[in-house]
């Protein structure tokens, strides 16, 4: 999907992106951290993967926000052990986990992720629907890999945010328009700058640690293409 110029080399597209995390980040050494593991369920290619990886870093660090992208692959359907590697460990708000799933039984073409939250607004968990990101024709001037990393980042954000954490603007709007996209192709879409400090301040004021146990999610907030 989305045949954009596919960067015909991963390393020189990293390079960029990363000088581009440098201009943007807030100068601050102690900046608030978020593990995120990610679950390739999707079984897309690992460079695609990269570059979503790299994306969705430099969108959290331009909020002030460290990513520790955890790369945790795909399950083994004969394996029915608990899990006990870093990715099976969840905690709000400092260490969240994403899947990326071909698609949803009962998920509408033109959806994109969804983010699961409890009551009090909180959320440790969230897919991605590869198969609808990919398959989607509209977004033609932007790589899958790219698109994958602002689609995770947005979810990123409803875990962090909260309930309402949609916005009329930015990287958090519910339908991603015409607008939206053309902010995406020239690297201007990302947090508003409330919304920054609130993923700050999430972070900031509950230490990281094994005392907030990942919420059981009583609602879905979705992020869908704009209809045509």
């Not at 698109?147 to 709007?173: D, K, R, T, Y």
């Not at 991603?176 to 920054?196: E, G, M, R, V």
Request: glycine share 6%.
């Amino acid at each position: 999907m989305f045949p954009l110029s596919r960067f015909k080399s991963l390393s020189l597209a990293v390079v960029s992106l990363v000088a581009n995390v440098a201009a943007a980040r807030t100068p601050d050494a102690l900046a608030p951290r978020v593990r995120l593991s990610v679950f390739n369920d999707a079984g897309i290619p690992p460079d695609t993967l990269a570059q979503a990886a790299a994306r969705a870093t430099a969108i959290l660090a331009q909020s002030g926000v460290e990513l520790d992208w955890l790369s945790c692959g795909r399950p083994d359907p004969s394996d029915f052990s608990p899990p006990t590697t870093p990715c099976s460990v969840v905690a709000w708000p400092h260490q969240l986990s994403v899947r990326i799933v071909p698609c949803g039984r009962s998920i509408g073409a033109d959806i994109f992720g969804e983010a699961f939250l409890d009551g009090a607004g909180r959320g440790a968990y969230s897919n991605v629907y590869y198969n609808n990101l990919a398959a989607n024709r509209e977004h033609a001037q932007l790589s899958d890999g790219d698109m994958l990393g602002f689609v995770i980042a947005h979810e990123v954000g409803h875990l962090l945010l909260g309930s309402n954490s949609h916005s009329p603007s930015g990287l958090m709007q519910a339908r991603w328009d015409s607008s939206a996209l053309h902010s995406a192709l020239h690297n201007t879409l990302f947090f508003t700058p409330a919304q920054s400090a609130t993923l700050r301040s999430r972070l900031s004021e509950t230490p990281p640690g094994p005392n907030v146990p990942a919420p059981l999610y009583a609602s879905a907030h979705r992020l869908a293409r704009a209809s045509p």
